[in-house]
């Protein structure tokens, strides 16, 4: 009952005339940048931070909801249309919904998306409302030492599934804690990594490293490498969908929702896994199979469900925990720093009525969402034929000057610069980003806790593992790492056994499904496919990348 009373409480701060306007602005604007060609909703959400800044934090965070949500929703958008996901939890989204859409049923794909999205995102927010009070719960029985070892975990973990290997995660995360390291010792008082400047006495603002990593790498980098490419944009009515569609989508949109928000709220669980196991499951359970690869709409429903659950599973532990587990969830952790807000156990007592609407608000922007998206899809379509150096040379402008407005400091572009150019630098030698966005986020908290826990301990290692919970993750860090060595283990000492020579080649795909198994995550995990990659770290396919992680069904 307390927590439907505080959500109810939130919903009539979130309702007022001012705020209601300020969810609706987000949604737009959410929408009408995440349709861009390769930004995907991690970048949506560091382009337009700096917009909320001249609001107080409630009004901000509301319309944060509806930039979060609009973002998700224009990453579908340019799947269907461009065959282009901006971020690699819409891969699988883009196999079946290009070909829907090529097959003339581009407002049929949208609409599936549109309201599976819907229904995902409203049943995800309720269980956010309910899950992360217990999880509150949970968290404020834990000392330091355990909050180390969870930090530690959840680190390690989103590193080792991100990249085409480990070695490239971990140099990722390794920058990304130099870079939390600058500015001065917190017990000390001394200054570190400074090299003089003044300017960097306080550290580095994590809305500059975000704006700078996500929005001005990824532009530089798409810029680079697809301006000779032609944007062929397929046409589109309005979004409706038939009987027989309904039919076909309503069982996949409730499945990817139960796929999706348990992998959202894990460490390193992500939307990519839920994505693809919905896209298998509901290959294996349709009446259709053989339209899987041509345009199947149970493709696009499931995945697409999946996808905005975990969206909204990714906020349980960011608001509880203040663990981000994606881009997204570390871009709007930053927001919250921004703020002097510090996300966590506390959170929900010392900032009660600014969580439970922005919750409140996430529950508007998802039904603002469909209502203003679905009329304005072929709007949407238009904004793609934009062309791209116009495109470009806005988001650079738009970056600068949010960057700028945060400090008023010329020095803030000097490095909004030099990050932007590293972010570039990383795309290039396939450095996943996201690694070093929570190192800079983290960093300094886990050092915060390091050091708390050896002043309890009066300096003796052995009180890093003083409590049970820390033993329990320190074993699962251990598995982690060790890992790949005990699977190398086991398939070398496991004997081959060597297919019979008249194996036929399974023309239903039966015999290529360990291939199909593996073409997603591939696609999804940072794995080089056809060439650009996405702003979290991992590859997008840029042209007709859709259609090779479908071509082989």
Not at 338 to 363: D, R
Request: charged residues 10%.
């Amino acid at each position: 009952m307390d927590v439907w009373s505080s959500l109810m409480d939130g919903f009539a701060t979130a309702l007022t005339p001012m705020n209601f306007l300020y969810a609706v602005i987000g949604v737009i604007l959410g929408t009408a940048v995440g349709v861009l060609p390769g930004l995907g909703p991690a970048m949506t959400v560091a382009l337009l931070l700096p917009v909320t800044y001249a609001l107080e934090p409630t009004s901000a965070f509301i319309m944060f909801a509806g930039i979060y949500y609009g973002g998700m929703y224009g990453g579908s958008t340019t799947s269907i249309l461009l065959n282009t996901p901006g971020e690699s939890s819409s891969v699988v989204t883009a196999i079946e919904g290009n070909k829907m859409a090529k097959a003339g049923r581009a407002a049929q794909a949208l609409a599936t998306a549109a309201i599976g999205s819907f229904i995902a995102g409203t049943i995800g927010t309720a269980l956010l409302a309910v899950c992360a009070p217990i999880v509150v719960e949970f968290a404020v029985s834990l000392g330091a030492p355990s909050y180390f070892a969870i930090m530690v975990l959840a680190l390690l973990a989103v590193t080792a599934v991100l990249g085409s290997s480990r070695l490239r995660g971990f140099s990722s995360l390794a920058l990304g804690l130099a870079i939390g390291l600058v500015g001065i010792d917190s017990v000390t008082g001394q200054r570190r990594l400074t090299f003089g400047q003044p300017l960097l006495a306080d550290g580095l603002d994590i809305v500059v490293v975000a704006v700078a990593i996500f929005a001005v790498g990824e532009a530089l980098w798409v810029a680079a490498h697809l301006r000779r490419t032609p944007l062929h944009v397929i046409p589109v009515g309005r979004p409706w969908m038939g009987k027989k569609d309904w039919s076909r989508s309503w069982k996949p949109w409730l499945r990817g929702t139960a796929f999706g928000f348990p992998f959202g709220a894990l460490p390193a669980g992500g939307a990519e896994i839920p994505t693809f196991l919905s896209y298998v499951t509901e290959k294996r359970l349709s009446k259709h199979p053989e339209e899987f690869g041509k345009g199947a709409i149970e493709g696009v429903a499931g995945p697409e469900a999946a996808n905005n659950a975990a969206a909204a599973g990714t906020l349980t532990p960011m608001l509880a925990l203040g663990l981000p587990t994606n881009a997204t969830a570390a871009v709007m952790l930053a927001a919250f720093t921004s703020y002097g807000i510090q996300p966590g156990p506390q959170l929900f007592s010392s900032q009660g009525p600014l969580v439970w609407a922005l919750i409140a608000s996430l529950f508007i922007g998802n039904l603002l969402l469909l209502l203003i998206n679905l009329p304005l899809a072929p709007l949407w379509a238009k904004l793609l034929q934009l062309p791209r150096p116009y495109l470009y040379a806005g988001i650079l402008f738009f970056a600068t000057l949010g960057a700028y407005s945060v400090n008023l400091q010329a020095f803030d572009l000097v490095l909004l610069l030099a990050l932007g150019a590293l972010g570039f630098m990383m795309r290039r030698f396939g450095l996943p980003v996201l690694p070093l966005i929570l190192g800079v986020i983290l960093g300094p908290r886990i050092e915060g806790q390091l050091r708390k826990s050896l002043q309890l301990s009066a300096g003796d290692p052995a009180g890093l593992w003083s409590e049970p919970i820390a033993v329990v993750v320190y074993i699962i860090v251990a598995l982690i790492l060790a890992w790949p060595f005990i699977f190398k283990l086991v398939r070398r000492n496991r004997p081959v056994q060597a297919a019979p020579a008249d194996a036929p080649a399974s023309s239903d795909g039966s015999l290529r499904s360990a291939p199909e198994a593996t073409s997603a995550p591939r696609e999804a995990g940072g794995t080089v496919s056809h060439g650009s990659h996405r702003a979290d770290g991992g590859s997008h396919s840029g042209g007709d990348g859709g259609d090779g992680g479908g071509g082989s069904d």
